[in-house]
């Protein structure tokens, strides 16, 4: 069996229904407990008190912001190659979950700023990045809303895609470029001296699978009502024409 089937919109849809009440159950169940295991059963940070908390939302949602971007790459890139309907509708529904995702990360990591750095906001290389990469999903939404021919869009978004990856590796890399910057190192690292105490990062690998199995989840959600929609639409454009 080739992956290449699940370009069928049939099959794709097929597909996902059995597999979509697996990802809602067991993301809703672990993002729920690690969530409240990383929020009422971890200690307060010698330094940061309490605040250190928000890693539990901020860095699964920022991981995402980031992988969606990655993945609507991966998708516009199939399409481009091989002209998959699928693999655009997919970029597409992928967007709108990255760009809420982005927001999360911006505002929990604003939150946590402005206790630590004395400011909701500051032009840290990170930060600007991240804020350019959210500037480039609401390009990338509307580019698709603006454009009539779904081929069309597919192609100038694909484009646009590629283009953003730039800011997507920067988001994700932007403290090992830089030095400079108020924003914390990575906290989850092979280092033992960088990576939290394992009291934060158990229950933070929860949150992340958890954040994880729900991205895909929505995906698979949201690519098939666009595969309906499509549907509806190519439904109508023939009665119209029959009339």
């Not at 059995?18 to 690690?34: D, F, H, K, N, T």
């Not at 698979?220 to 009339?243: H, N, P, S, V, W």
């Amino acid at each position: 069996m080739s992956i290449w089937e699940y370009a069928n919109p049939r099959k794709f849809l097929q597909t996902s229904e059995r597999v979509m009440p697996v990802l809602w159950v067991s993301s809703g169940l672990l993002m729920a407990v690690g969530l409240i295991w990383g929020f009422f059963f971890t200690p307060d940070d010698y330094r940061q008190g309490s605040t250190v908390k928000i890693i539990f939302l901020h860095v699964p949602a920022a991981l995402m912001a980031i992988n969606a971007w990655f993945m609507m790459l991966v998708a516009s890139l199939i399409w481009v190659i091989r002209r998959h309907h699928v693999s655009a509708l997919a970029a597409k529904a992928a967007a709108p979950v990255g760009i809420v995702m982005t927001l999360i990360a911006l505002a929990t990591g604003a939150i946590w700023g402005q206790p630590m750095w004395g400011t909701w906001w500051a032009w840290d290389p990170r930060l600007t990045s991240f804020l350019v990469l959210f500037l480039f999903y609401l390009g990338y939404i509307a580019l698709w809303e603006a454009i009539d021919n779904p081929d069309t869009a597919a192609d100038l978004t694909s484009i646009l895609c590629l283009v953003g990856t730039v800011f997507a590796v920067l988001s994700r890399y932007a403290v090992n470029f830089w030095n400079q910057g108020l924003h914390q190192g990575a906290s989850l690292s092979l280092d033992e001296k960088e990576n939290v105490a394992d009291a934060f990062s158990n229950p933070l690998y929860v949150c992340m699978i958890g954040f994880g199995l729900f991205f895909l989840a929505m995906v698979f959600y949201r690519t098939g009502t666009e595969i309906r929609a499509r549907r509806i639409k190519a439904l109508m454009a023939r009665q119209r024409q029959e009339a």
